[in-house]
């Protein structure tokens, strides 16, 4: 018999729903922790059912299931009211004759299809070759439910912001509590680094430029690298820094301007790249010239202006040497993990940024470092205050994370973003694409302020984010290569997956940006997921020419391989009457390296689908 997928789905309210999922800033899984293009939660919801559930055979049978979808995926992109949900529960125990399957996702990235396999009543299972969505979907999925209803151990719920009375509001005050004792700890070996303002208030943000001498001869000026010199553009706001005392052989001096007009030139960055012009004597610096030095290690940073919240507000000053934070040397245990040398998702290669810690200025090193050994220390405060181990375990893993989120806009890939028709101004974290380039001008926060990505606030973050997390049924996850990882199952399982996407995203090469973090606060509390240095790379199946000596078609054949022995795999221990749910985003790609013209990722995963031998029953 048909399942209600292969005949109708309403698609214009499950596209709807995704939409304004993905437009959400708040509330969402996506909160927990970053990971790279998640595949929407009403998505999975309306699609695990759907593929599920029978076609009943008449129209006004699938127009009564079509409606059930369509309150299944909310046009707010929350989840479904509890009747909708009890409703969708008992067609599926009908529909598999009160033995629902257990959903396996060999690709399980944040969480998504577990998540929404749970909601629905579904046992789930994940695993992924990448021990950082692994963390994020066990954490979620398998650690969250296990303590949800408990009460606070030591932490007060009335002080977490916005908590209602939810399963998980115990939890989330002893998360609480502990980061609160965990910057408490770090502030005690930190907190001279980072210095107050005159006239009150706090810092919450440092601005920088990176730094080069002018090559021109007659100038060798200290040359600021800057985007842009606006600080805001907001009605009745403007701000922006002024460069001054523009003299050969000199750095310049940066002054905050306000009122009417603007800066006398925007920025020294000339079109794409790394070439630039400088302010002394208007000569352009070319971009072959700022590699080389800063391959030799030549390039600079220097202070433009300090960013204050306060009674009054917002207000901007120009550096001074009482308000930048103090130097301090490198920390010879920093993440020396490189950097991958290909210039379509790393940049700062290029530029002599080679180890992930060049990332991240001394200061924010000796910070983040001093958070994550603080964090090591919580699962020990849990236990001493009798909790178990699988509470302080998941206190542990939620505060890591937390680690793992703050080197996000605690690195010199965090940008001063002024957006929107207002001209408000805010911090915009690495990962803004599915890449980390070179950042010219970098922001860099204060994590003790009571504003922009602060630690606290990002206990707050994730509260709001696991708020409407199912925290029912059974779920495991683990780390395994896809290929194989379908022989961990001891049983027929309904598979669904959201695969790589090609060569579009290097997951396992930018996730090192996070692993380097997590691994220090939670190889204790996950040994079997941080065993290594660095994420593994070797087996990823994604289709990286720079893995097979630069050419496009081995890398294809090994993206078209790696996915014919998955599913060939998978199939194996595949229920039978429940079809293989492949969810994948494609686009027409151009040629790269020396590919077949005009290949794109839906080619190469369509290649592995029917050399799997797997029948296709729909496209959409």
Request: hydrophobic residues 40%.
């Amino acid at each position: 018999m048909a399942k209600l997928v292969e005949v109708t789905l309403p698609i214009e309210e499950i596209s709807a729903a995704c939409r304004r999922d993905k437009d959400r800033k708040t509330g969402t899984i996506k909160n927990v922790h970053k990971w790279f293009a998640p595949m929407p939660t009403p998505a999975w919801r309306a699609l695990l059912f759907a593929t599920i559930v029978d076609d009943p055979g008449d129209e006004a049978g699938r127009e009564k299931l079509k409606e059930l979808i369509k309150r299944l995926v909310p046009a707010d992109g929350g989840p479904p009211d509890d009747a909708t949900l009890a409703e969708a529960k008992a067609l599926i125990l009908e529909a598999t004759g009160g033995n629902p399957p257990t959903v396996f996702d060999p690709f399980c990235g944040a969480g998504s299809t577990l998540i929404e396999a749970q909601r629905l009543g579904l046992p789930a299972v994940g695993s992924d070759l990448n021990p950082v969505p692994v963390l994020i979907t066990r954490t979620l999925t398998e650690l969250l439910p296990q303590v949800a209803g408990r009460p606070a151990l030591v932490g007060e719920p009335t002080q977490l912001k916005g908590m209602t009375g939810g399963p998980l509001d115990g939890f989330l005050a002893d998360c609480r509590h502990y980061a609160e004792r965990v910057r408490a700890e770090v502030w005690d070996k930190v907190g001279h680094l980072y210095p107050s303002p005159p006239g009150g208030g706090t810092v919450i943000a440092w601005l920088w430029a990176r730094t080069v001498v002018c090559p021109n001869p007659g100038c060798q000026a200290v040359a600021p690298l800057v985007s842009s010199f606006w600080l805001s553009k907001k009605k009745g706001a403007l701000t922006w820094i002024e460069p001054t005392d523009l003299r050969p052989g000199h750095p310049a001096r940066f002054e905050v301007k306000t009122g009417a007009g603007g800066p006398a030139i925007t920025g020294t960055k000339v079109g794409r790249g790394g070439t630039f012009r400088c302010v002394v004597c208007s000569e352009v610096i070319p971009e072959p010239f700022v590699k080389a030095e800063g391959m030799a290690g030549r390039l600079g940073t220097q202070p433009m202006a300090v960013a204050i919240n306060g009674p009054g507000g917002r207000r901007y000053l120009a550096p001074s040497a009482e308000l930048t934070p103090l130097d301090v040397e490198r920390p010879a245990d920093a993440p020396d993990v490189l950097q991958t040398n290909y210039a379509r998702w790393f940049s700062s290669p290029a530029y002599g940024m080679q180890t992930f810690a060049d990332l991240f200025t001394p200061c924010q090193l000796v910070t983040l470092c001093a958070f994550a050994d603080a964090v090591t220390n919580t699962r020990s405060w849990v236990q001493v205050d009798t909790g178990s181990d699988l509470y302080a375990g998941a206190i542990a893993s939620v505060l890591g994370l937390c680690v793992s989120k703050l080197a996000m806009t605690n690195s010199m890939q965090a940008r001063w973003y002024l957006g929107g028709a207002s001209g408000s101004t805010r911090v915009q974290a690495a990962f803004g694409r599915h890449a980390l380039p070179m950042v010219w001008d970098f922001v860099e926060l204060n994590p003790f302020s009571d504003r922009a990505a602060n630690w606290l606030g990002l206990i707050d973050s994730i509260a709001t984010a696991v708020a409407r997390l199912p925290l029912g049924g059974t779920s495991e996850t683990f780390q395994a290569d896809a290929r194989v990882a379908g022989a961990r199952l001891g049983k027929p399982t309904r598979i669904a997956t959201d695969p790589p996407y090609f060569a579009q995203i290097g997951y396992a090469d930018l996730s090192d940006y996070f692993y380097v973090w997590l691994r220090r606060a939670l190889r204790e509390v996950h040994p079997d997921l941080f065993n290594t240095l660095a994420t593994p790379k070797g087996d990823e199946l994604i289709a990286a020419p720079y893995r097979h000596g630069g050419s496009m078609v081995k890398a294809t054949k090994f993206f078209v391989d790696g996915f014919t022995q998955t599913f060939s795999s998978l199939a194996q221990g595949m229920a039978p009457d429940l079809p293989m749910l492949i969810v994948y985003a494609h686009r027409q790609e151009d040629s790269e390296g020396d590919g077949p013209a005009g290949s794109t990722a839906w080619d190469a995963m369509l290649t592995a689908i029917l050399a799997a031998k797997l029948r296709i029953v729909g496209t959409w």
